[in-house]
């Protein structure tokens, strides 16, 4: 086995990987995704005209859900191009906390981009930014986190689907306060069917791992040329 800090690593690794695999597969299935728009009716919020409701359920017991109010103003309207443009203002409701939000959204044809801003204080110096290019077999997503106003973190996610195949890619990479870059960590995911994973992890060494998906966890197995490793999580 490994010594007690690799054991800990691997078990830190391990939580963070699956972190993604839940945001991953709130991507890809799609179907999953629950999103409920309606006329707003609640007075607590009734200065915005619309709520809007989304669920996330994987199939098992992993369920993520979210609240937003809001109004929306179009800023393009192209019929010919089958284009459209609008801005969203409005507050998120998750886990008992409440965020202003701006949103700018683009759908061209089959092809959407968001980039949403999530405010975390009230002089708005901290924030979250979301952007996000949806097309039919490919999916891009970026996470920064802004600290007084400066980037200290990036997450870049891409899935795509490939000959029937799902493929994941992923880049986490931390600044310091002068924007220079301290870390960049990489993952490559390669679905090779609805229960096992193939994975890569760079982090300036580099793990190769096989995930293996159950009802209620993840079982991920470290590999080298002398040893294996496994750690179970629950989802």
């Known amino acids: 086995k490994f010594k007690n800090s690799n054991e800990n690593n691997y078990q830190e690794i391990a939580s963070d990987i699956k972190n993604y695999l839940l945001t991953g597969e709130m991507m890809f299935k799609k179907n999953n995704v629950k999103t409920k728009i309606e006329k707003n009716t609640n007075k607590d919020y009734s200065k915005f005209e619309y709520k809007m409701t989304s669920t996330f359920i994987d199939g098992s017991q992993y369920k993520s859900s979210y609240i937003i109010y809001y109004n929306e103003s179009i800023t393009i309207e192209d019929d010919k191009k089958n284009e459209t443009s609008s801005v969203l203002r409005g507050v998120m409701l998750k886990d008992n906390q409440e965020f202003e939000i701006i949103c700018n959204k683009e759908i061209e044809q089959d092809e959407c981009e968001l980039e949403l801003k999530i405010y975390l204080n009230e002089d708005k110096s ?23 106003n400066k980037k200290v973190e990036e997450t870049s996610l891409e899935i795509e689907i490939e000959n ?37 992890y760079e982090n300036e060494k580099e793990y190769e791992l096989t995930i293996t998906v159950s009802k209620y966890e993840y079982e991920f197995e470290f590999k080298s040329d002398e040893e294996r490793n496994t750690i179970t999580l629950k989802k």
């Open 164 to 200: 029937r195949k799902k493929k994941m890619s992923i880049e986490l990479t931390k600044y310091d306060d002068n924007g220079k870059e301290l870390s960049q960590i990489k993952y490559e995911f390669v679905y090779k069917d609805d229960t096992t994973i193939e994975c890569s």
């Open 126 to 148: 901290n924030y979250v930014v979301v952007e996000q290019e949806i097309e039919r077999f490919e999916n891009e997503y970026t996470y920064m986190i802004y600290k007084n």
